[in-house]
């Protein structure tokens, strides 16, 4: 259950389940814009959102998972059992699992060097 935009805030939370990861600008919108642009691009368009994710149950955490599989891409029930059973015991405790996703969308637009 890893970070997919490499940073922290992203889904089930990488330190709860594989450990630190490393965080990148890499993986920054206006970062990305900027090499968009490097490339010949012009950037129309950039917008950025914070998308918060609340599971109630560990199993919605595994549908979630088996449905967005770049989040986890060797995710499966028995490789992280003891992780999910940690998971199961927070959520049972303190309520909801809350985390929250990075998202962004650039609008890249070849120039149209004069042309209509």
């Not at 450990?19 to 920054?28: I, K, L, V």
């Not at 206006?30 to 599971?55: I, Y």
């Not at 199993?59 to 891409?73: D, E, H, M, N, Q």
Request: glycine share 6%.
């Amino acid at each position: 259950m890893a970070c997919s935009s490499r940073n922290c805030a992203d889904p089930l939370n990488p330190p709860f389940m594989m450990g630190p990861q490393s965080s990148s600008d890499e993986y920054d919108a206006r970062h990305v814009a900027g090499k968009a642009e490097a490339a010949g691009l012009v950037v129309a368009d950039l917008r950025e959102a914070s998308l918060r994710l609340a599971f109630d149950d560990v199993g919605a955490i595994v549908y979630f998972l088996r449905k967005v599989v770049w989040t986890v891409p060797d995710c499966s029930v028995e490789r992280y059992r003891d992780e999910l059973l940690r998971l199961h015991d927070r959520i049972q405790s303190q309520g909801p699992f809350v985390s929250h996703a990075r998202r962004f969308l650039i609008d890249g637009r070849k120039p149209s060097w004069g042309l209509p």
